[in-house]
């Protein structure tokens, strides 16, 4: 039962992404959660409220017509109330993968920190 629950919980990530709903965006997303990154050779910490102004001042994938595809490659169940996720996503043109730490807070599952990190151009992938 739980990892349907993760299941239907990560489909609401893959849908904040593309759709860039910012409701939905402030229900995965624990108000906490930090972001973190390697790009180029530096190392790339955001706080969810810069991620929050990130997302909300560019055009979704959705209305620039970028195909998804989005996959669960992992979920590791830590503990009743704590989850580890992989993930691979189509973002834009890159292909992302995604380390999500869930936990339930509050009787919801939400982000608290994620990892992130630019495996490949979409149109170098079939």
Same mark, same amino acid.
């Given at each position: 039962?739980?990892?349907? %629950? $993760?299941? *239907?919980?990560?489909?609401?990530? #893959? %849908?904040?992404?593309?759709?860039?709903?910012?409701?939905? #965006?402030? &229900?995965? #997303?624990?108000?906490?959660? /930090?972001?973190?990154?390697?790009?180029?050779?530096?190392? /790339?910490?955001?706080?969810?409220? %810069?991620?929050?102004?990130? /997302? *909300?001042?560019?055009?979704?994938?959705?209305?620039?017509?970028?195909? &998804?595809?989005?996959?669960?490659?992992?979920?590791?169940?830590?503990?009743?109330?704590? /989850?580890?996720?992989?993930?691979?996503? &189509?973002? #834009?043109?890159? $292909?992302?993968?995604?380390?999500?730490?869930?936990?339930?807070?509050?009787?919801?599952?939400?982000?608290?920190?994620?990892?992130?990190? &630019?495996?490949?151009?979409?149109?170098?992938?079939?």
């Amino acid at each position: 039962m739980m990892v349907g %629950e $993760i299941q *239907e919980f990560l489909g609401s990530y #893959f %849908e904040v992404l593309q759709s860039q709903d910012l409701s939905l #965006f402030d &229900r995965v #997303f624990h108000r906490d959660c /930090v972001l973190y990154s390697q790009q180029d050779g530096a190392t /790339v910490v955001r706080s969810l409220s %810069e991620y929050r102004k990130i /997302v *909300e001042e560019r055009n979704s994938p959705d209305s620039g017509g970028f195909a &998804r595809r989005d996959e669960i490659l992992m979920i590791d169940v830590l503990a009743p109330d704590m /989850v580890l996720a992989k993930v691979r996503l &189509r973002l #834009f043109n890159n $292909i992302m993968v995604d380390y999500l730490n869930l936990m339930r807070v509050d009787g919801r599952w939400q982000i608290v920190s994620k990892l992130f990190y &630019r495996l490949d151009s979409a149109l170098t992938v079939s």
